[in-house]
């Protein structure tokens, strides 16, 4: 075969050997129409989003500068667990939680339905960093997509372009090590063939090669299947790097509280997708004289400092938002972000007078397109915003972001959260006795889907640290890992542990006088600060506890409940720990054990068994 001439494949503005031979291998399988070397610039994003405003993917909105609406293909609106692939060389490797393919079968399949995909689209070749640009070892990657909707939006949740492309050739002149990631819509154009809005095909693979540290994503646009960076890089992969050297990729939000006499607490907390993270992340504190800071709402990379404190980094650059249920009530500070533009937003309804709207936010228009391009009107019926709408944006406006939130050294964790969603049984906040009996909470996490429904518990399923549908390899030798590094580190300087739970609800039986009978017990949001403050007490042992078979709960007098307008019967069912309840769980955690194959830690095990007893 010979060389194919490929426009702008040869513009490359890089010398590094790896990065030309994977970008030139690619556009020869994919045979693009041309080649864009992603720069980062004003002016590139200005020509970008003005070609997606003549493709019709991107409407601008008249009411935020800078700011556009999209609507997907309405098939592509969220990421595909069952497409999802770890694709190790040994089946054992990606473990009893993911869908497993031998790599060379994936290659073989992919391989074709990547060749040609990209006939008469354009590629786009993104170099990206994750985690701040000043990092002695910053982990890099090359996205290539034939979607310019993946350019916009990485250049807000990544450092990108430029200024990343630039840390692939280190000081010394070797060439780093990157991440390939590959990402096509995989929908070609023949020759005069009209483009649509929101090109994707109904294939969909979400695909990593852990041992390569490589992605291949194909066939939707949607924010977690195709901006690569994100949960497959910074993730799935990131995990595997981590599990390799020593230490921990967690889908954990970061958090700075500020105590009245200014001492400032870093917090990490793992919560299940749609279980709190952004909001915790932005919280406002209700309780006099204490401030919160955001680091960031969605992922951590934490590493023991030299002074053998757990430090973590924000990898990403910007917040990829769920949309619902965000308002100036619940989360004013997400609200001032997005505020000041420079956002994306997909599948929320676009308002008449050309700004964005989604169920739970103020000013419900009377009239405006919903994100399906459909009229909508505020009568019962579909809704206007897709559940799963979102917002892109970048953290830089966060008016409350930390100060050093670009600090490659990263924030010293005083302490993990744990959390889930869960109508009965977790109390508001619980306290682990040891490391040990952290991880084995982290381990044994569970959360309910069943968010709307009022009363009695729905389908709950264990999620290991929140990291069930982002592990890279097995979730056993995951578990180990986690108990490996505490039993390394300096146990006075470990974070501590904790399990939080905003979401437990008074019974619809036995309330049944009550007037909101299965309301949530606890009013959650920025009341959470009494929770966090409790936490800071306890780490500087402060505050009380009882000691329970299952950690140390606080009692409602124990929590700073000034000026609640909760009745403190509800706080202390909140707090409620009910042994038979726990004794119930028992079963179901063995049941998630028996899934890992036999690969569980003896330390969770003799947890699991001590719990028991002291549950008698
Ligand atoms: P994330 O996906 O983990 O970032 O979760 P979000 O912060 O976006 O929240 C998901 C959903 O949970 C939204 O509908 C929030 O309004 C709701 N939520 C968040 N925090 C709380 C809380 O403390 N109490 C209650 N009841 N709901 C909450
Ligand atoms: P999430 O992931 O659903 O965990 O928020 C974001 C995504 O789908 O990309
Ligand atoms: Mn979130």
């Excluded at 279980?275 to 960031?296: F, S």
């Excluded at 972000?337 to 929320?348: D, K, L």
Aim: aromatic share 10%; glycine share 8%.
């Amino acid at each position: 075969m010979t060389a194919v001439a490929i426009p702008g494949l040869d513009a490359a503005p890089t010398t590094h050997s790896g990065v030309l031979s994977w970008v030139r291998e690619v556009a020869e399988l994919t045979t693009p129409d041309r080649v864009v070397w992603v720069d980062g610039s004003d002016e590139e994003a200005e020509r970008i989003n003005a070609e997606l405003v003549a493709n019709g993917t991107f409407v601008p909105l008249k009411a935020k500068p800078n700011s556009y609406w999209a609507a997907s293909d309405p098939s592509d609106v969220a990421r595909v667990e069952e497409r999802t692939f770890i694709c190790s060389r040994r089946e054992e490797d990606a473990g009893p939680t993911n869908n497993w393919v031998h790599p060379d079968e994936m290659k073989a399949t992919m391989t074709e339905l990547y060749r040609g995909c990209m006939r008469g689209r354009t590629m786009y070749v993104i170099p990206f960093c994750m985690g701040p640009l000043g990092d002695d070892n910053p982990k890099l990657g090359i996205e290539i997509t034939d979607f310019a909707y993946v350019v916009a939006s990485m250049r807000v949740m990544t450092r990108m372009g430029t200024k990343a492309l630039e840390k692939f050739v280190a000081p010394d002149g070797t060439e780093r090590p990157f991440v390939p990631a590959l990402h096509s819509v995989g929908a070609p154009l023949e020759p005069g063939q009209q483009d649509v809005p929101w090109p994707c095909n109904d294939t969909k693979y979400i695909t990593h090669f852990p041992e390569e540290r490589m992605i291949w994503s194909y066939g939707s646009g949607y924010g977690g299947n195709s901006l690569l960076g994100k949960k497959c890089y910074s993730l799935r992969i990131a995990s595997v790097m981590a599990r390799d050297e020593g230490w921990l990729a967690e889908h954990m939000l970061i958090l700075k509280l500020i105590s009245p006499e200014n001492k400032a607490y870093y917090v990490a907390a793992a919560f299940p997708s749609a279980c709190g993270k952004t909001n915790l992340a932005m919280l406002q504190p209700t309780i006099p004289g204490w401030r919160v800071e955001t680091l960031g709402d969605d992922i951590a990379w934490m590493r023991f400092g030299e002074d053998g404190r757990l430090y973590a980094v924000n990898p990403e650059f910007g917040f990829f938002g769920v949309a619902p249920g965000t308002n100036w009530k619940t989360n004013p500070v997400a609200m001032r972000t997005i505020e000041q533009g420079n956002s994306v937003f997909t599948n929320v309804a676009l308002t008449d007078d050309g700004d964005v709207w989604w169920e739970g936010m103020e000013n419900e228009p009377a009239h405006a397109t919903s994100w399906k391009k459909q009229d909508w009107t505020p009568e019962p019926g579909e809704p206007a915003a897709h559940p799963n709408s979102r917002y892109c944006t970048p953290m830089a406006q966060c008016p409350i972001l930390a100060p050093e939130w670009d600090d490659p050294k990263g924030v010293p964790i005083s302490a993990i959260l744990f959390g889930g969603r869960r109508a009965t049984t977790v109390p508001l906040v619980n306290e682990a006795r040891s490391w040990e009996h952290g991880v084995f909470m982290g381990a044994t996490m569970s959360s309910e889907k069943t968010a709307a429904a009022a009363g009695k518990v729905g389908e709950v399923r264990r999620d290991p640290m929140a990291m069930l549908p982002f592990l890279g390899y097995h979730v056993g030798d995951y578990l180990k890992h986690w108990l490996e590094l505490g039993k390394n580190a300096d146990g006075a300087k470990l974070p501590r542990v904790f399990y939080v739970n905003w979401f437990r609800r008074g019974d619809a039986e036995t309330d049944a006088g009550h007037p909101r009978p299965g309301r949530f017990l606890w009013p959650g949001f920025g009341e959470n600060s009494r929770v966090l403050k409790w936490i800071v007490e306890r780490i500087e042992g402060k505050a009380g506890a009882r000691e329970t078979p299952i950690g140390f709960v606080p009692t409602a007098d124990d929590l700073d409940l000034a000026g609640i307008e909760e009745p403190k019967s509800d706080v202390e069912a909140a707090l409620a720990v009910d042994a038979d309840e726990w004794r119930q769980e028992l079963p179901l955690i063995e049941e998630w054990f028996a899934k890992i194959d036999g690969r569980v830690p003896s330390t969770l095990r003799d947890e699991l068994e001590a719990l028991r007893q002291r549950l008698g």
